[in-house]
């Protein structure tokens, strides 16, 4: 494969794939998108030394494997931004196409956006404000918000608030100027609490209003803090009290369920439980693929055995408040799924009645099954939701792979966190390259990812989240000895130096 790499990148992708494999237009999409995903690291890892030669060819190879797709572009923006290459960021993400992105997608463009004509200097002052702005606007057209984003989006609106129009309005201290400085204070302060009041924690946030506030106060400016209301507020997404833990007897089952094959499951089970006790409804995903027949090693049963164990003990398992429903992924690409129960459509012991019968057969039309998820649930919005995906493998239709991580950002704004059992070991070929289309699909919403290891065992794979609104911060507010229109003067001119 590291031939493979090195010919790509002397030779461009299209003249190495022809070579390689005659009409590329024949090429699956998923040999294209592994190579973009190791191109990609190939090209970071050149980034990150000193010589950087033959690096943009690199991620310019990158990109066009993986078709230029939306996701992978975000991805590669992301990169040059916490490499402060606002140039090479810029460059790609003007090829982003948002007309047909999701509300989620597009809010994060508009961010970067914002992020990028901030670090282009004063000129562009007033591009990021209104960047950030539309970034506030779109996500807040989401069924459920992201908190956290706008948090920082909110906080950035706050910071631009204060300082992109002050070259315009230079001039004598007067009362024109004391009415533009009041009016622009307040509405930083309000844009600080609105980030405040989606993410508490936010510690920029909260340095730039109780440092600001503290110049208002000493510098006697009249603003009354009675007067600063949040408007258009949407109910932020929070967390709700988890579930107490179910514990199993007769008297408390809705059903006599089967007792589970506990020899069948991996020792450190009580990890996805845990992971999953808190929802409200939880629908699962189950891959019943021809290659789901293929024994596990240390069990001495197949992995649908395993994966039909798994829904047995979970339902035996969690609180029998929560809402279960099931549906199948196998059989053709154009196919209809062979069990498909929404939740609250059917008992726990009808779902594994039905879960019984299935057979393992056919491809994996993963994309096309996940398209139809999100109509599965319940429509109540105070409802805690869960996917949990149970799998040997990728989309093996004709969609590109990539959709996933699109299609995850889609779920979440549905108010839906993806779980993942995976029955992918290293040594698979496409062990590396699966495991990255899992962690983007469960970093949106911090869900858990974990790989059933030959040994039996449950194994970790998340890989953490380095998504920029965790680890970009834009600068906190400076205050100066006066808070008045020299000062604003003095800021921005530190600011475009």
């Given at each position: 494969?590291?031939?493979?790499?090195?010919?790509?990148?002397?030779?461009?992708?299209?003249?190495?794939?022809?070579?390689?494999?005659?009409?590329?237009?024949?090429?699956?999409?998923?040999?294209?998108?592994?190579?973009?995903?190791?191109?990609?690291?190939?090209?970071?890892?050149?980034?990150?030394?000193?010589?950087?030669?033959?690096?943009?060819?690199?991620?310019?190879?990158?990109?066009?494997?993986?078709?230029?797709?939306?996701?992978?572009?975000?991805?590669?923006?992301?990169?040059?931004?916490?490499?402060?290459?606002?140039?090479?960021?810029?460059?790609?993400?003007?090829?982003?196409?948002?007309?047909?992105?999701?509300?989620?997608?597009?809010?994060?463009?508009?961010?970067?956006?914002?992020?990028?004509?901030?670090?282009?200097?004063?000129?562009s002052f007033t591009d990021a404000y209104y960047s950030f702005k539309s970034a506030a606007y779109l996500e807040n057209k989401r069924e459920y918000p992201n908190a956290e984003h706008l948090s920082m989006v909110y906080?950035?609106?706050?910071?631009?608030?204060?300082?992109?129009?002050?070259?315009?309005?230079?001039?004598?201290?007067?009362?024109?100027?004391?009415?533009?400085?009041?009016?622009?204070?307040?509405?930083?302060?309000?844009?600080?609490?609105?980030?405040?009041?989606?993410?508490?924690?936010?510690?920029?946030?909260?340095?730039?209003?109780?440092?600001?506030?503290?110049?208002?106060?000493?510098?006697?400016?009249?603003?009354?803090?009675?007067?600063?209301?949040?408007?258009?507020?949407?109910?932020?997404?929070?967390?709700?009290?988890?579930?107490?833990?179910?514990?199993?007897?007769?008297?408390?089952?809705?059903?006599?369920?089967?007792?589970?094959?506990?020899?069948?499951?991996?020792?450190?089970?009580?990890?996805?439980?845990?992971?999953?006790?808190?929802?409200?409804?939880?629908?699962?995903?189950?891959?019943?693929?021809?290659?789901?027949?293929?024994?596990?090693?240390?069990?001495?049963?197949?992995?649908?055995?395993?994966?039909?164990?798994?829904?047995?003990?979970?339902?035996?398992?969690?609180?029998?408040?929560?809402?279960?429903?099931?549906?199948?992924?196998?059989?053709?690409?154009?196919?209809?799924?062979?069990?498909?129960?929404?939740?609250?459509?059917?008992?726990?012991?009808?779902?594994l009645n039905e879960v019984k019968s299935l057979y393992p057969n056919g491809g994996t039309p993963l994309i096309k099954t996940l398209r139809k998820a999100k109509w599965k649930f319940d429509t109540e919005k105070t409802?805690?939701?869960?996917?949990?995906?149970?799998?040997?493998?990728?989309?093996?239709?004709?969609?590109?792979?990539?959709?996933?991580?699109?299609?995850?950002?889609?779920?979440?704004?549905?108010?839906?966190?993806?779980?993942?059992?995976?029955?992918?070991?290293?040594?698979?070929?496409?062990?590396?390259?699966?495991?990255?289309?899992?962690?983007?699909?469960?970093?949106?919403?911090?869900?858990?990812?974990?790989?059933?290891?030959?040994?039996?065992?449950?194994?970790?794979?998340?890989?953490?989240?380095?998504?920029?609104?965790?680890?970009?911060?834009?600068?906190?507010?400076?205050?100066?000895?006066?808070?008045?229109?020299?000062?604003?003067?003095?800021?921005?001119?530190?600011?475009?130096?």
């Open positions: 494969m590291v031939i493979i790499l090195v010919a790509c990148s002397i030779q461009g992708p299209k003249k190495f794939l022809s070579k390689k494999f005659g009409n590329i237009e024949s090429i699956p999409d998923s040999v294209k998108t592994k190579l973009a995903f190791q191109m990609f690291e190939k090209a970071k890892k050149c980034y990150a030394t000193e010589k950087k030669k033959g690096c943009e060819q690199m991620m310019q190879d990158a990109y066009e494997l993986s078709d230029q797709h939306s996701y992978f572009i975000q991805e590669i923006v992301d990169f040059f931004i916490m490499e402060e290459d606002y140039k090479e960021a810029t460059r790609y993400l003007r090829r982003l196409n948002t007309e047909t992105l999701s509300y989620a997608v597009r809010s994060r463009y508009y961010f970067f956006r914002g992020i990028l004509e901030y670090k282009e200097g004063c000129s906080n950035a609106m706050g910071v631009m608030k204060m300082v992109f129009g002050a070259t315009s309005k230079t001039g004598p201290k007067d009362d024109s100027y004391n009415i533009w400085i009041t009016k622009d204070i307040q509405n930083a302060l309000v844009l600080f609490k609105k980030s405040l009041y989606y993410n508490p924690d936010n510690i920029d946030a909260l340095n730039n209003r109780d440092s600001l506030t503290a110049k208002v106060e000493e510098g006697n400016i009249p603003i009354d803090f009675d007067t600063i209301m949040l408007e258009n507020m949407i109910q932020a997404y929070s967390d709700t009290t988890e579930s107490t833990e179910f514990d199993i007897n007769a008297s408390d089952k809705i059903d006599t369920l089967d007792e589970v094959n506990i020899a069948y499951l991996p020792g450190n089970r009580k990890l996805i439980l845990d992971a999953l006790k808190k929802y409200d409804e939880l629908l699962v995903v189950g891959d019943i693929s021809g290659s789901m027949t293929l024994r596990q090693p240390s069990k001495g049963v197949s992995r649908f055995t395993i994966m039909k164990e798994t829904v047995l003990y979970l339902a035996s398992n969690l609180n029998n408040k929560l809402k279960m429903g099931m549906i199948s992924v196998g059989g053709s690409c154009n196919g209809s799924a062979l069990l498909d129960h929404p939740v609250s459509s059917i008992t726990r012991v009808g779902l409802n805690q939701k869960a996917l949990l995906l149970i799998s040997d493998g990728l989309n093996s239709c004709y969609e590109n792979n990539l959709d996933l991580c699109l299609l995850a950002e889609e779920l979440h704004s549905f108010g839906i966190d993806i779980h993942i059992i995976s029955f992918i070991v290293e040594g698979m070929w496409e062990y590396e390259y699966a495991y990255e289309l899992y962690n983007c699909m469960i970093k949106v919403d911090h869900g858990s990812l974990y790989e059933l290891q030959d040994d039996g065992e449950f194994k970790d794979k998340y890989e953490g989240d380095d998504d920029i609104f965790d680890s970009f911060l834009l600068p906190s507010i400076k205050v100066g000895e006066d808070l008045n229109m020299n000062y604003l003067k003095i800021y921005h001119k530190e600011l475009c130096n």
